[in-house]
Each structure stands twice: as C-alpha cells, then as structure tokens.
C-alpha cells in the first residue's frame, strides 16, 4: 500500500511541476515580440491546461472511467471529456492562429507581432475596409 | 413548451451549415436564407420573451439527462431579454451589410449565423463548461467576421484579438478545472447549491476559481485593463461586423451578472458577493479610460469603440452596486447602449462610404448628422433618448449605496466630458465638410439608413415605453437574486429539499 502511495506522491510532484514548467514557458514565450513563439506559447498554455484538467478530477492509479462489476473504485470521467473538448477547440484556434501570422508574415515580409503596416495602411483605415485587397 | 429553449440555438446552427454546404454559389440565396433565418430567431425570441414573462425559469434537459449529470438550457427573464435583444440587433445589422459588406469577402452570412449561436447559446446554457464552449463558439465566428474582407490592419488587430482570446480562453479552462475540483460539478444550479456547502480548507482554492473566471468575463467585457484589445478590433473590423460585436461585451456583462449573482451571490457562504468590490473598482476606472479614449480619438471608428468602452464601465458600475434595484437600472443601460452602439457603427460605415473625414460630401447632409446628433445624444446620456433613462436610472440605484460618491461623481463627470468629445468630433467632422457639388455624390443606401433610423425608433420607443420595460426589468433582478427559483427548475426535487426560502 505505501508504494502505492509514494507511487501517487510522485506522480502528483511530477504532475504539478510539468504543469508549472509548461505554464511558465507559455507565459515567457507569449510576452516575446515574434508571431511564431507567440504561438508555441499558445500552444504550451494549452498543453498545461490540458494536464491541470485532467488532475482535477483528483489522481488514482489502476481504476478505471467506466461502470465495471470488478472495479474496486473509479477515476473521475469528466475531466476527460472536458480535456478531450479542450484539445479539439484549442487544435482548431492553434491553426488559426498559425495561418494569421503566416498572412501576416506573408504580407508584410516580417513576423514582428506588430505585424509591421504597409505605407498605404492609413488609406485602408480610413475607409474603415480592406482597400488593400 | 421546454422544448422551444432549443429553438434559438438550433435555427443558426443549421442555417449555417447548410450556408456553407449547399449555398456556396449564390449570394442571393443567401441573403434571403440568411435574412429569413433571422427573422425566425426574432419570432423565436420573442415567443420566448412571452414565455418568460410568468416569472418562472424553466430547463431543457439535453438528451434527456437530468441535471446535474447532462447539460441544460435554462430560460429566464434575463435570457430571454437577452435573447430578444439579440434578435432585434442581429435583425438589423444582417439587413444593413446586404449589399453593403456581405461581398467584400465570403461566407459572411454563415459566420453571421455561427456568431449568432454562440452569443444566443451563451444566453441560454446552464453549464459552465457549455458557456465555455459556446464562448469559443462566438469568438471562432467572430475572428472570421473580424477579418472578412482583409487588410493589413485588420491582419494586425486580428492577431492580437485571436491571441488574446486564446489566452482568456486557457485561463477559463483553469478556472472551471479549480471549480470542478472543489465542488465537483459545473452545473450552474448545482455549483449555486455546492459553493455554500464547501468545506473550509478548500475556500481559498475556490476563491481563486471565482476570480479566474471573473478574468475572462472582464476581457469579454472589455474591462480595464483588459480593454486595450477592444478598439483596434471593432475599429479596424467592416461596420456590420463591429454593431454585431457590440453583443459580445453584453455576453461578457451578462456571465458576471449571472455567474455572481446565481453561484456567487448572497447566498454563497463565505464565498459570498466575491467579485463585488472588483466590478464596481473596474467599473469605475473603465469609464474613465473610456472617456479618455473618447476625448482622444481622432476617427468616428475609434470614438465609438471608446464610447463603448464607457458604456460598459457605467453598466458594470450598476451591476457593481449589488442591488436589485442596481441590476434592474444596469440590464435597462445594457439594452440601450446595445442598439446605440450598434446604430453608431452602422451610421460610421455610412459616413465612411464616400471616405473619412473631409471626404466627399454625402447627400442628405442633414439627415446624416440629425442622425449622428441622436446617436451622440443617446450614448452621452442627454434627454430625450433611452441613455438618459438609463443613466438617471444608475444614479437613483446608487442613491441609497455606500458607494453613492463614486458612482455619482464618475458617472456624471465622464458624461460631461463625453458631450465634448462626440460635440468635438461632430464639429471635425461635419461642419468642415466640403460643400456638395454634385459631381462625386453617391446616393444613400436605402437599407442601411433605414436600419440606422430604425434603431433610433426603438430608442425613442425604449424611453417611451420606459415604464413597461422597468417593470419588466425590476421583476428580473427580483428573479435573479431569488436565486431557488432557477435551482429548482434545474434540479430534481430532491437534490433542492435542503433549500431555504422556499
């Protein structure tokens, strides 16, 4: 039973620190000033937030989701309903991202985030449309 | 009857499908789908509105799971006003960009639809989680809506928008995880009924889930400082799109008004009235920065966004008061400033048409700046129009309030200071204007004026019907502060035995 327990006491240390370390280089890559660690950074927050919903439902080793006649006891399964909506939403906004600033980079020949304007960014602002279509 | 909650989440969601499947190839069949589908959403909201109108909340069980355990839609007076706001504005703005913005780029009508459902399902659901999804909903329509029809800057706006978006969208993943683990549920009725029974130890972590996710409501509600994405976006977006997103900042007011007063409201425990002292802080702040923005802009785009900003300052100072009487005057505001901001853009895509500012002159000058005249009436809060219902109303919630100093002195300087700033830009604007000579005139466009005078009317109608619309407003802050009502409807009678107040 103990080794169970350190088993679980290490699996939560593990647990806690991937999700601070996959935090903290989400964050320190979205504060930097190019398109594409911009959306590496994304992509990390979303990672750690994945694994953070997946431990609320708290850790337990060896029990399984789903109703069983032999089952001693179950993990929670809605955490991971909720992690897998969360992968597929944030797969879905990661690619939209990631084709932004290739326009962006595309369009201005740079991948500063401020997406450099072009000369004739005023005229189109001015109109309040897309003139430079 | 509770099968109808459907109805304004289901109607988008398939028009926009079939928009996009089968309809690629014809404008015109779209407009009229588009157009029609609309209009059902309208009828829909408004046999919903009727509905509502008894005072009792009512639930439909998705699939037939019950509450907790599946996810439901919850109808009350506050989303069913909601809803029929939606309906009213989404009316308008579809039959303004006919032939206006709608061809600038493609599937406008179908990214109008998706938007549609997410803002109409955000109203409705009772799931935590589910507003989560129906958030992301809205937001993936609305970077297509944001972007249809391109430009560098719109590119550059776009970006930041999405990422910031995303960014809100991770930490309301945090936030529902920390709530889930604590309460084990993210049932709206069911966290109402938890959150009191939460044991000690585990205050602090729920704490910090309520403020997690009173974040992302403040990004959605442009609070500052998360506001500076704001202006950029609806600025830079097609007219349509921004009176469209001019919604969104109400869904943002509309989870904090339903999230802290249902879950973390009065009878919360100790997690009680969590938020307040932070809504009515930013509230205050945001008004002011919104007033600045005012002061400083320096295009019709701009000035409106700020003004918007304003706006939702000056509603959040209602919601802020924690009253029955401070949210009824708050969702009264919230309605009004809705329609004027829309009409705003609506009426700047107008102006804008011949180009900004000393640009050739529109015919029907007068018409134009009568217009421009109300809609600045009506957002500064000056007699006749509904602002200044509205805002009479705020400072008589916040009459009897501990806060009474605050509120009254931020709300009646910054409206000050917003007459000078739409009276400054309509001088800029107007009175500089090269007299017409008949040369470069393009018409006006029929639809898009009447549109705008249209939502004019309802303004006028919102201050003539002042009377009916607050009994109907005072009845919903008493239905969302009498919080067992909504509980009831959601969970099954034995799950609510323990309930006072019955």
Known sequence: ?133 | MNQWLIVPVAIPAMIAAVLVLAMRTSMTTQRAISVAATAAQLAAAIGLFVLASDGESRAYFLGHWPAPFGIVLVLDRLSATMLLLTSVVASGVVLAAIREWDTRGRHFHALFQFQLLGINGAFLTGDVFNLFVFFEVLLIASYGLMLHGGGPRRLKAGFHYVAINLIGSTVFLFAVGTIYAVTGTLNMADLAVKVPQVAAGNEALLSAGALLLFTVFAIKSAMVPLHWWLAPTYGSTSPAAAALFALMTKVGAYSIIRVYTLIFGADAGALAGIAQPWILTLAVVTLIMGTIGVLAARSLPDLICYSLIASMGTLLIAVGLASAEGLAAALYYAVQSTVTSSALFLLAGLIARGGEGRAPPLPHGTLVIGLYFLLAIASVGMPPLAGFLGKLLILDAARTSAHIAVAWSAILITSLLLILGFARFGIQTFWNRPRSDGAAVQPLPFALTAVIAGMVAALAALSVFAGPMMDNMTAMAEQLIATQGYIRAVLPPAATAGLVGG
């Open chain 1, 1 to 133: 039973m103990s080794t169970v327990m350190s088993t679980v006491m290490s699996m939560e240390f593990l647990l806690a620190s991937g999700i601070g370390a996959l935090t903290a280089a989400g964050l320190y890559l979205i504060m930097l000033r190019r398109t594409f660690p911009v959306v590496i950074g994304l992509s990390f927050l979303s990672y750690a937030v994945n694994v953070f919903l997946f431990s609320m439902g708290r850790l337990t080793i060896d029990l399984p989701p789903i109703v069983s006649e032999a089952a001693k006891g179950y993990t929670d399964p809605l955490p991971q309903a909720l992690v897998l909506t969360a992968i597929v939403i944030t797969f879905g906004m990661t690619a939209l991202i990631v084709v932004l600033s290739l326009r962006g980079f595309l369009e201005t020949g740079s991948d500063d985030v401020t997406l450099q304007a072009q000369p004739d960014d005023d005229a189109s602002r001015a109109s309040g449309d897309g003139a430079a279509r």
